[in-house]
Each structure stands twice: as C-alpha cells, then as structure tokens.
C-alpha cells in the first residue's frame, strides 16, 4: 500500500471499532484533516491519505483505553499501512502516551484537531441547525467558556496551535468548514427547531 485509502481505514477501523461514538468521532477527526489537509495545500490523493489516518487515529482505543497506541503499530504495519501514516498516527498521543513528537503537517494537524473536534461537535449539537450555520464568533464564546465540553484538553489543542504557527481561530475556522461539508454524515444537522 503506498498511500493509505479512505475505504482501507474505515475497514481496518472496523475490525477494532464498534462503539458508535467512537466510529462518529473517528468521522469527525477524518472531516476535520481533509479540510487540514486543503489548508495546506493537498492533492486529491494527499487529502485522501490525511482523511485516512484521521478515521483509523483511535484503532485501538476501544479495546485498550488504558494503553491507547501501544496495540497500533504492529497490526497496522503488518496490515501494509505505510510508515509515515503509522508515525502520523502515533504522534496525536505525543507528551500523553508516548514521546513520538509531531513534525509534519499532517502530524500536527491530527495532533491538534483530534480535541477540537469534541468542542466543535458538543457546540454543534447545541444549536437549531447544527454545524450548518455555525459562524467561528459561536464557536469561539463556547471556546472561552471553560465549562463547556470541559473534557476537551484545550491546553493541548493550543500546543497543537502553537506547533502549526496558526491562531486557534484559524485552525478552528477550517474544522468546522471541514465538518460542515459532511454535516449529515456527522449527524450534526440540528433538528430544525429555534431554541
């Protein structure tokens, strides 16, 4: 496998991943890296291949949380998964479960919107409309508000600003533009009705 397929992760994913919230956060983390992904200037098949490692980034979270990315490597390697997609995925655990530090943009973005997703998600569930006409003016109130998705590690998601040289706003921007354009995949059309 030179470049890791969409359609290959989701079926790798599967043979790990059945909690239906972890199949929905591992499409929000993919939505989230093909819009990183077009930020930075992605071909078609790179977009592919950053969407890819996002789907497949918590393969083996289900079965081992308490040693998340320690039953990742081996099988993914010997399933074909290209190295550098391997060590992308790795790194999102970088200062938590492992020391394998983010270099490339692709290992910085997952690093990064990996957390962001949680926050962009619970904010999107909260309006009549979903992530569809989210603005990042919302967004950014329900950032600053530390209760709101308080499990969301906004220390980290910073670092992961930080490593990229990009302001929370911007990378916030392009997550949401990212998850607007798989809305109802996402399930995060709202349900129509005015609070």
């Known amino acids: 496998m030179e470049r890791l397929t969409l359609e290959e992760a989701k079926k790798l994913n599967a043979t790990m991943v059945t909690e239906d919230h972890l199949i929905l956060h591992a499409a929000n983390v993919s939505a989230a890296m093909g819009a990183m992904a077009e930020h930075f200037g992605a071909d078609a098949e790179e977009k592919e291949e950053w969407e890819a490692v996002g789907w497949l980034h918590d393969y083996d979270y289900e079965k081992y949380p308490e040693e998340h990315l320690a039953h990742t490597e081996a099988p993914l390697r010997e399933a074909g998964v290209p190295e550098r997609d391997i060590r992308a995925i790795l790194s999102h655990g970088y200062g938590i ?76 921007s392009i997550v949401i533009s990212g998850m607007q354009a798989h809305a109802e995949a996402l399930q995060l059309t709202g349900n129509g009705e005015d609070a």
């Open 97 to 172: 479960v492992n020391d394998v530090k983010p270099e490339t943009p692709m290992e910085k973005s997952l690093f990064t919107v990996d957390e962001l997703t949680g926050i962009v998600q619970a904010a999107a569930r909260m309006r009549p409309h979903g992530i569809t006409d989210m603005k990042i003016k919302s967004f950014m109130k329900k950032w600053k508000s530390k209760n709101f998705a308080a499990n969301c590690d906004r220390p980290l998601i910073l670092k992961g600003c930080d490593m990229l040289g990009m302001d929370i706003r911007d990378v916030a």
